[in-house]
T-cell receptor, first 111, second 115 residues
Framework: GIQVEQSPPDLILQEGANSTLRCNFS?????LQWFHQNPWGQLINLFY???GTKQNGRLSATTVATERYSLLYISSSQTTDSGVYFC?????????????FGEGTQLTVNP | DTEVTQTPKHLVMGMTNKKSLKCEQH?????MYWYKQKAKKPPELMFV???????INESVPSRFSPECPNSSLLNLHLHALQPEDSALYLC??????????????FGQGTRLTVV
């Protein structure tokens, strides 16, 4: 099956720093999403980005589908950005579409 | 409204109990999903319903029984679970399973403990 690799696995930042999270995938995908999982377990949609670049406040994302990677940029990080960031890709099989997750990046932002 | 509501938020059950997890969405989505997430791991797909029909079963043990009574509701019936089934159970929905119509929205999860 498809492999989804995220890097780095862990990231510790000081408040105000910028960071880039990466997601590589091994095969063509129909779509890609970035999520933030907060400490209570809620998966929050950040971006739905099969290709191109999107921005939402301090966050932006770029997917280059032909080269099979996506990047999530966090600028001016805040303590509330802490949590796990997941990249998930949609692949379509014979029985339907699946959303497959990478292992995640654990982000800790210190005050 | 992009809300998926799951109940209960927390559940403790014995190995001989029968319980159900519930999931509801009012976004008009026709695909609904159950995921299981263990600590420090990503969510793993269990079941997918498309237009109220079971589309994908990822070889889940029969002690987990999904049900989709209508297009807004998804249940997961639990019976004779094992302690290793303790996990966060997440429900999600998306407009359809079609190629470009698959943005998924997740509920807040049910944290299940089997004792």
């Amino acid at each position: 099956g498809i492999q989804v690799e995220q890097s780095p696995p862990d990231l510790i930042l000081q408040e105000g720093a910028n960071s880039t999270l990466r997601c590589n995938f091994s095969d063509s995908v129909n779509n890609l999403q970035w999520f933030h999982q907060n400490p209570w377990g809620q998966l929050i949609n950040l971006f739905y980005i099969p290709s191109g670049t999107k921005q939402n406040g301090r966050l932006s994302a770029t997917t280059v589908a032909t080269e099979r990677y996506s990047l999530l940029y966090i600028s001016s990080s805040q303590t509330t950005d802490s949590g796990v960031y997941f990249c998930a890709v949609v692949i379509r099989g014979t029985s339907g579409s699946r959303l497959t997750f990478g292992e995640g990046t654990q982000l800790t932002v210190n005050p | 409204d992009t809300e998926v509501t799951q109940t209960p938020k927390h559940l403790v059950m014995g190995m001989t109990n029968k319980k159900s997890l519930k999931c509801e969405q009012h976004m008009g989505h026709r695909a609904m999903y159950w995921y299981k997430q263990k600590a420090k791991k990503p969510p793993e797909l269990m079941f997918v319903y498309s237009y109220e029909k079971l589309s994908i079963n990822e070889s889940v043990p029969s002690r987990f029984s999904p049900e989709c009574p209508n297009s807004s509701l998804l249940n997961l019936h639990l019976h004779a679970l094992q302690p290793e089934d303790s996990a966060l159970y997440l429900c999600a929905s998306s407009p359809t399973m079609a190629r470009r119509d698959t943005e998924a929205f997740f509920g807040q999860g049910t944290r299940l403990t089997v004792v």
